[in-house]
């Protein structure tokens, strides 16, 4: 079994940054794909960014891309999540989510549903 932490969410200004963080323990963090979703208020829950298991392939929704980079740490079991030039429509319920997946080359962003570990999730609020 693999449990899922998040950290690093909060209020913070448009335009400014964050770092989140996924902190996993109870099994072999190395075979397991990452992925980074949110869900706003009314919204349904959007992927916004992946990573396969060693790293080498990584998804980002189209919304994100250029702002946010997702990051493996094996030494400490974490990914990161860092989300730069934050704006108000980013403001959302930030889930890690994971499923094994030593071989895939694709994360499977557009494929919440073969997440099977998720955290409990971190609010992040950007307001002015």
């Known amino acids: 079994q693999l449990q899922l932490v998040e950290s690093g969410g909060g209020l913070v200004q448009p335009g400014k940054s964050l770092r989140l963080s996924c902190t996993a323990s109870?099994?072999?963090?190395?075979?397991?794909?990452i992925g980074w979703f949110r869900q706003a208020p009314g919204k349904e829950r959007e992927g916004v960014s992946c990573?396969?298991?060693?790293?080498?392939?990584?998804r980002y929704t189209e919304a994100v891309k250029g702002r946010f980079t997702i990051s493996r740490d094996h030494a400490n079991n974490r990914v990161h999540l860092e989300m730069n030039d934050l704006k108000p429509e980013d403001t959302a319920v930030y889930y890690c989510?994971?499923?094994?997946?030593?071989?895939?080359?694709?994360?499977?962003?557009?494929?919440?549903?073969?997440?099977?570990?998720w955290g409990q999730g971190i609010q992040v609020t950007v307001s002015s």
């Open positions: 989510a994971a499923f094994p997946g030593p071989f895939m080359i694709d994360c499977g962003l557009s494929r919440p549903g073969e997440y099977n570990y």
């Open positions: 109870g099994s072999t963090f190395r075979a397991y794909v």
């Open positions: 990573i396969t298991s060693g790293g080498s392939n990584v």
